[in-house]
T-cell receptor, first 112, second 114 residues
């Protein structure tokens, strides 16, 4: 079957760097996506990695290692507004494309 | 550019009833996906529509059905509601159905089944 594992909760202070890990088990891997969701809000796309390596977008970076079935989201210069849930996602097994299976999410709390 | 909109925002139904949720996709997007998100969980894929045809389905029973219209808006219908159907229902539109096609999510419809 298909599964994604993430830590359930991470706490960090404003200005710090935090890494949210994701390990996955799936066949027919197409890429790893990351989404952010504030309480009561819509998930918003952060990044997509199809190939091994680091992708950087402003304060956020995402890394993928296909051989290790592992990726992470790195958030730098943390701000209070970064407090949210973060989900990794892979294409639905047997489905492909952008039909996604999401992890259970990591709740990030940024403190002063 | 208009974002993804969903209606209604909240809905309360009783067990056994039927419900229709609506989604207007972002301008220019021909693909709509529906997800169910239970409290404290990640979104679960229900199905996807591409140019008015179903393009894949997750592990949901047939009482979950959908439609996509020529303007690419979409409906999710759920028959014979069960208590476990209580969740946030999200639709997401994208330019296409490829693995790198970013999905833009709507604000969701919060369904409560009593």
């Amino acid at each position: 079957g298909q599964s994604l594992e993430q830590p359930s909760e991470v706490t960090a202070v404003e200005g710090a760097i935090v890494q949210i890990n994701c390990t996955y088990q799936t066949s027919g891997f197409y890429g790893l996506s990351w989404y952010q969701q504030h309480d009561g809000g819509a998930p918003t796309f952060l990044s997509y990695n199809a190939l091994d390596g680091l992708e950087e977008t402003g304060r956020f970076s995402s890394f993928l290692s296909r051989s290790d079935s592992y990726g992470y989201l790195l958030l730098q210069e943390l701000q209070m507004k970064d407090s949210a849930s973060y989900f990794c996602a892979v294409a639905l097994e047997g489905g492909g494309g952008n039909k996604l299976t999401f992890g259970t999410g990591t709740q990030l709390k940024v403190e002063l | 550019e208009t974002g993804v909109t969903q209606s209604p925002t909240h809905l309360i139904k009783t067990r056994g009833q039927q419900v229709t949720l609506r989604c207007s996709s972002q301008s220019g997007h021909n693909t709509v996906s529906w997800y169910q998100q239970a409290l404290g969980q990640g979104p679960q894929f229900i199905f996807q529509y591409y140019r008015e045809e179903e393009n894949g389905r997750g592990n949901f029973p047939p009482r979950f059905s959908g439609l996509q219209f020529p303007n690419y808006s979409s409906e999710l219908n759920v028959n014979a509601l069960e208590l476990d159907d209580s969740a946030l229902y999200l639709c997401a539109s994208s330019l296409g159905r490829g693995s790198s096609d970013e999905q833009f999510f709507g604000p969701g419809t919060r369904l409560t089944v009593l």
